[in-house]
């Protein structure tokens, strides 16, 4: 059995570049309460199946929304999401959770950075399709829910997108 992948790593699928030029028309702050809330609805319930005594991924979520708020700093927000990547870590040999944990980091991790919500697609997408299909199929079965994962995001992001936004982030995607 082959050992299970941690992200997607296709930069140029045609799911990941659409994304990203929807992403590359957005504020940091649209794009980091779009990233909270998506991991909330439905990448924090694959975590919190494995690990529900384990809420460093919500406190992450819960800083990164109080930061948004303007109520907190970035330092005390970046603590959470710092322990959220160690929860990742330690959920090593239980790729959903792994991942999961991953994205939610990541997607936290927009309030820093813009480019850090692509890790939705990158972390979040494989964490969907391995909880939906296991490890186990073949690796074209799982980048095929995770296109159609992908899809999902981009119909969020666009469902809060705003119009011809007039400070879109800017990003260095160094791929």
């Known amino acids: 059995m082959p050992k299970a992948r941690k992200m997607l790593s296709n930069w140029k699928a045609s799911y990941i570049q659409s994304l990203m030029k929807l992403i590359e028309t957005q504020s940091r702050a649209t794009l980091a309460t779009w990233a909270v809330d998506y991991s909330e609805q439905v990448i924090?319930?694959?975590?919190s199946k494995y690990y529900p005594d384990d809420l460093r991924p919500q406190n992450a979520l819960n800083a990164a929304r109080t930061w948004l708020s303007?109520?907190?700093?970035?330092?005390?927000?970046?603590?959470?999401?710092?322990e959220c990547h160690a929860?990742?870590?330690?959920?090593?040999?239980?790729?959903?959770?792994?991942?999961?944990?991953?994205?939610?980091?990541?997607?936290t991790s927009t309030i820093h950075?813009?480019?850090?919500?692509?890790?939705?697609a990158f972390y979040?997408?494989?964490?969907v399709a391995y909880d939906q299909l296991g490890t186990d199929v073949p690796w074209g079965q799982?980048?095929?829910?995770?296109?159609?994962?992908?899809?999902?995001?981009?119909a969020a992001l666009r469902a809060v997108a705003v119009e011809n936004e007039p400070s879109p982030?800017?990003?260095?995607?160094?791929?």
């Open 142 to 154: 799982i980048e095929q829910c995770a296109a159609e994962e992908c899809g999902r995001m981009e």
């Open 124 to 127: 979040g997408a494989i964490a």
């Open 44 to 47: 924090l319930p694959l975590w």
């Open 169 to 175: 982030a800017k990003i260095d995607w160094k791929c």
């Open 87 to 107: 929860a990742a870590r330690e959920a090593e040999g239980n790729p959903v959770a792994q991942a999961a944990a991953r994205t939610i980091g990541q997607c």
């Open 70 to 82: 303007g109520a907190i700093k970035l330092p005390q927000a970046k603590s959470a999401i710092i």
């Open 113 to 120: 950075s813009a480019r850090h919500c692509i890790g939705i």
